[in-house]
Every structure is written in C-alpha cells, then in structure tokens.
C-alpha cells in the first residue's frame, strides 16, 4: 500500500495518508479542510553536492587518451589454389 505525505497549503499541516491506488487523491485538509498537496520525498535520490562534479573532472583529467583501437583487417578473401 503506497503511502502518500501530503501537506496543507492553508495551515501547513502535514500527514501521511495510506491509499491504494484506486482511492482518489485527497484535496482537503482534515484539520482546517483547506487545499492540499501532495509532498514528494526525494529517498533514495541523493546528490552529493559538488563533490560528484569534483570526482569528474578528476576522472577526465587522470584517464588517458584511449588507444585507438586498430580495426580489423578486412577478411582477405581465400586464394584458390586451382
Ligand atoms: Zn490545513
């Protein structure tokens, strides 16, 4: 059962309200019946700030350029001996 955090637009209150994905979406308040909105929490999506750009630039600085690699040679067709 998904569990959704709501917030409210009028007194700030906040809940958690437990629905299946049938129920419709609340859109009022149980404390003061005033607009709601749903609150999305950013778990499991965390950004480190800039030390993910930090360890990038690193990386491209410290990797050197790839070898280029040889293409294969073309299939030399099988000489008949005859
Ligand atoms: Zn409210």
Redo the contacts with the bound molecule.
């Keep these: 059962m998904p569990t959704y955090q709501y917030a409210?637009?009028?007194?700030?209150?906040e809940f958690e309200a437990f629905q299946s994905f049938s129920d419709a979406s609340l859109t009022q308040?149980p404390?003061?019946?005033?607009e709601?909105r749903k609150v999305y929490s950013a778990v499991g999506v965390v950004f480190k700030g800039s030390g993910f750009y930090k360890t990038d630039s690193v990386n491209k600085k410290s990797v050197s350029e790839p070898a280029k690699a040889t293409p294969p040679a073309p299939a030399a067709p099988a000489a008949k001996a005859d």
């Design positions: 409210c637009n009028a007194c700030e209150h308040c404390e003061c019946k005033g709601i």
